[in-house]
């Protein structure tokens, strides 16, 4: 079955240290990938997305996420956590055929001081 | 200022009733989605449209219903027969109808839903 997978629940990482969140997905078609995130009570905020091109794609907030077609994955990293980056992280897929699109179950983020 | 709104934030309804959630977007956006957000399950799609008049049921449409008479509103019904409703409501649009795979989406602040 098709799949979009975050493997991280939950990770608690220090103000300051670099971040990783894993997204990795299943399908055989060229994949449209996105990443949002979402604060407490709020709606989901676009941090970047890959279409085709370079695949290191800059984002806002200081995000950056590498697509590697050969691991199927779009992983998310910043090189310096801020604690206003507490939140929860959603991985998305598109696929061109079929008009699917396919959230991962997110990753939720705590920072500590 | 564009984007979605969606109103109220917060909503009670008591068991047996149905209930409107409002959706709003300036973005002059063909497309229009509902999602439903629980705890640990991620998103998931309730009804989409991707031009005015016409809509499509998405992975959980039963017990909501929806109407897309303007562009820029596409309002949720969450009806009786939906038997666990408590949840939260995000709505999204995005530019393209035809590409619901391929088109960013972005997404309203959200509706609580809490059902006594």
């Known amino acids: 079955a098709q799949s979009v997978t975050q493997p991280d629940i939950h990770i608690t990482v220090s103000e300051g240290a670099s971040l990783e969140l894993r997204c990795n997905y299943s399908?055989?078609?060229?994949?449209?990938l996105f990443w949002y995130v979402q604060s407490p009570g709020q709606g989901l905020q676009l941090l970047l997305k890959y279409f085709s091109g370079d695949t290191l794609v800059q984002g806002i907030k200081g995000f950056e996420a590498e697509f590697k077609r050969s691991q199927s994955s779009f992983n998310l990293r910043k090189p310096s956590v801020h604690w206003s980056d507490a939140a929860e992280y959603f991985c998305a897929v598109g696929l061109n055929t079929g008009n699917q699109f396919y959230f991962g179950t997110g990753t939720s983020l705590t920072v500590i001081p | 200022d564009g984007g979605i709104t969606q109103s109220p934030k917060y909503l009670f309804r008591k068991e047996g009733q149905n209930v409107t959630l409002s959706c709003e977007q300036n973005?002059?956006?063909?497309?229009m989605y509902w999602y439903r957000q629980d705890p640990g399950q991620g998103l998931r799609l309730i009804y989409y449209?991707?031009?005015?008049?016409?809509?499509q049921k998405g992975d959980i449409a039963e017990g909501y219903s929806v109407s897309r008479e303007k562009k820029e509103s596409f309002p949720l019904t969450v009806t009786s027969a939906q038997k666990n409703p408590t949840a939260f409501y995000l709505c999204a649009s995005s530019s393209k109808g035809g590409g619901r795979g391929t088109d960013t989406q972005y997404f309203g602040p959200g509706t609580r839903l809490t059902v006594l």
């Open positions: 449209s991707q031009i005015v008049n016409d809509f």
């Open positions: 973005l002059n956006h063909d497309a």
């Open positions: 399908y055989g078609a060229t994949p449209y």
